[in-house]
């Protein structure tokens, strides 16, 4: 015999249940569709994610009295120029911003937090590819025992998400990325040729990914932080004949654009005289800074766009290397796109993770460390 809920139930599990599902896998599909290689030429049959996010989405819309998107194009449309808030789900209110999408309504390719959402669809494929990504160098470098070979291959990811393929040539004379150069040659691949204008691509002169040209517009980057810096500043310019590469775009939205705001704060810390250990114990967390005091901090810094995500996902961090302090530090700019972003955060992190971690923004644990720095300075 089934066990059908009552109705309240069945409205409450509709609310916090079933849509949200549904929601995890529209944005799936979104993701898989922006892996094709032109996603502007969909035929039948379509990606497998992406035909059961167009099936439940359509069922949804269906029994709700709302008009289906009645093809893939359809919902593509729907994805870039429809909120989610907007859309006939009943979805907790906290789960998205008004005006966040799933796709850029400029580009038509997959936003942040398209990929958060895709996250929480189990075994995805830019879950798996991200994560075998990072664990694969972490292996390769814990078999070579080398530390530093790690550090090295975060760097460049974050820094040089563009090269040409002489400079990848040239990495084969750095010593520390050796033990995964085979693995960094995996991840460049060769630019899109709609990215280059007059022969030549541009560069973001503040996360320095491949620009997209926007026609009257000027540039686009795909970059959250970035966009919400001001209008996108053309940095390196890179000529089409020279054979331009770019990161696989899970890295370049999971690893390159938070780890600028790791390398930022790395800077800050720095500059205030304080030792800063990146990445320590093969990416245990992200920042072990040492205080004046003899204390030491362990942060992990999430450059998340969705709080809900976030705390859902929290956890205490490893107590390896050991700490005294743990702190979840999130973008500035995070906070001023939701200024519930904490409230939310809160209410959706688990409550081990509440009670070993302290959420703070990037500038409230800079003022921190200043604060310690000269006191230490003037006793």
Known sequence: MVHRPAAGQRE????????????RTIAGGIVQLGEIASPGAFSLPYPADAQRALDQVALACLLRGEPPPHSLPDLITWCAQRPVRDWPLRLPPDQAAPGDRLLDPHTRTPTQLCYEWALRVPDTGTELYERQVMLGAIS???GASAPESYTAFRRLVIERPVLTRGE??????EPDLQPVLDL????????????????????CSRCRCLLVPAGADG???EQDRCRREGPARPGTRHRADQEVLQLARPLRIF???PGRAEVDLEHRLAALGLTVEMWPGFDAYDLRVHLPDGRVWA???????SPALLGMDAAPLPAAPPHDAAFLVIPQYRFRDRPDYREVFSHHCPPDAAQALTLCTDRELGRRARRITEEARRA
């Open 299 to 305: 942060i992990d810094v999430k450059d998340r766009a």
């Open 255 to 257: 690893v390159t654009g």
């Open 140 to 142: 390769l470098c814990r």
């Open 219 to 221: 540039w686009w980057c």
């Open 168 to 173: 990848l040539a040239l990495l084969h004379g």
């Open 184 to 203: 960094i040659r995996e991840q460049y691949r060769p630019a899109p040729a709609a990215s280059a204008i007059d022969g030549s691509f541009a560069a």
């Open 12 to 23: 409450k599990r509709g609310v916090n249940g079933e849509d949200v599902r549904l929601l």
